[in-house]
């Protein structure tokens, strides 16, 4: 399903270093690939990678990866999440950091990994919309601590810690710091962090086709979180600090195979749902989502962590299930008015018909004039 290339390679036993040049990581083509695959997509190319202190004894006779550092420059990462959403039993825990370590190597204790202007992309496609969302972050830097899963090492340090910026859609600054519980059965782990200002209108190439929503105004001044997860759940505080928040609700255009307005939805939600600010008036208490979400077998690392948040920014934005409900109430309530005006229409036009019909009838039967 994949196939690698890699431009040079060079080991110096002397420094103790080994250099890798133009690494490419390359799946099948698309169709072929989810034909054949329950599992996500990914794609890679890395244009430098230095590991240090590389102990080649070692690994060549045993095969233990044994590096002081791990230095990565420039590249781009790519995840499609699989559309067709076949659930094969398997728990997608294997897809955390803290459980795929034990899946690259039997043996391995790296001291940190150093990320320098890495390009992530995750895309997923909708098949409500018949469209595909990306989110990126760009120009990623970032730096891990105790990459092992060696049981020595473990038991000096269970913990590997990250601390990552990026420009979240090349936008706006995102600094996270992530802890990961190498040891823990139900591979816990946290995450904290801060997006900076940000035009909303700079994400509605995921939440156009993903939520079929445009965001037709709005800045964000803050987004802050702080979540605590396992295998099972993500618990934690969400709080998005923003103003001017207005949306228009969308819906598939069947003739132009696009994404058109849903104008008296729309109307609605900006009149009795969205909370176009954050706090609602200037120097007041702005809200602060806690969060409580549970994760099913089937959802992947970065799935989960996404619905995590999202979890906290519906609410915040006046999204929570009771709005959901009212307007999906207005939303049918408006269907079944339109429906009924279809039936009176067609009811008026079969009561016309009858009365024309009637009329030419009662012509016929009139005895002629003299």
């Known amino acids: 399903m994949y196939y690698y290339k890699i431009s040079s390679l060079k080991l110096s036993t002397l420094t103790s270093k080994l250099n890798i040049e133009g690494l490419t990581l390359k799946p099948v083509d698309t169709g072929l690939f989810f034909n054949k695959s329950r599992h996500d997509r990914f794609s890679m190319h890395i244009d430098s990678m230095q590991v240090n202190n590389f102990d080649y004894v070692n690994y060549h006779k045993y095969r233990i990866l044994n590096a002081s550092g791990l230095l990565i420059n420039n590249g781009t990462i790519e995840v499609f999440c699989n559309p067709k959403h076949l659930y094969n039993g398997a728990d997608q825990v294997s897809s955390f950091p803290n459980a795929a370590i034990y899946k690259i190597n039997d043996n391995m204790n790296i001291g940190s990994i150093i990320l320098n202007h890495i390009n992530v992309v995750y895309s997923e496609y909708n098949a409500k919309s018949k469209q595909t969302g990306s989110v990126t972050f760009n120009n990623t830097k970032g730096r891990f601590l105790n990459v092992t899963n060696n049981k020595t090492a473990l038991q000096k340090n269970n913990a590997c810690t990250a601390e990552i910026t ?205």
């Not at 001017?244 to 819906?251: A, C, H, V, Y």
């Not at 299930?321 to 429906?339: F, R, S």
């Open 166 to 370: 990026s420009y979240f859609m090349n936008r706006g600054k995102l600094n996270v710091k992530f802890n990961f519980n190498l040891t823990d059965e139900n591979k816990a782990f946290s995450y904290k962090g801060r997006l900076g200002p940000l035009k909303l209108q700079y994400i509605n190439p995921v939440v156009m086709p993903l939520a079929m929503v445009k965001i037709t105004s709005g800045n964000i001044d803050a987004f802050d979180f702080d979540i605590y997860a396992d295998r099972t759940s993500a618990r934690g505080n969400v709080s998005a600090l923003y103003n001017n928040l207005k949306i228009s609700l969308l819906k598939v255009d069947t003739v132009f195979d696009n994404l058109k307005q849903r104008p008296i939805a729309t109307l609605y939600a900006n009149l009795f749902i969205v909370k176009h600010n954050n706090p609602d008036i200037p120097g007041g208490l702005p809200r602060s989502i806690y969060v409580n979400y549970s994760r099913t077998p089937e959802t992947p690392f970065f799935k989960s962590v996404w619905q995590t948040l999202l979890s906290g920014i519906k609410p915040c934005i006046g999204l929570d299930k009771k709005a959901q409900d009212a307007a999906i109430a207005v939303q049918n309530e408006l269907a079944a008015n339109k429906q009924n005006r279809k039936i009176k229409k067609e009811q008026r036009l079969q009561r016309r018909a009858e009365r024309h019909k009637k009329r030419e009838e009662e012509k016929s039967d009139a005895p002629p004039v003299e």
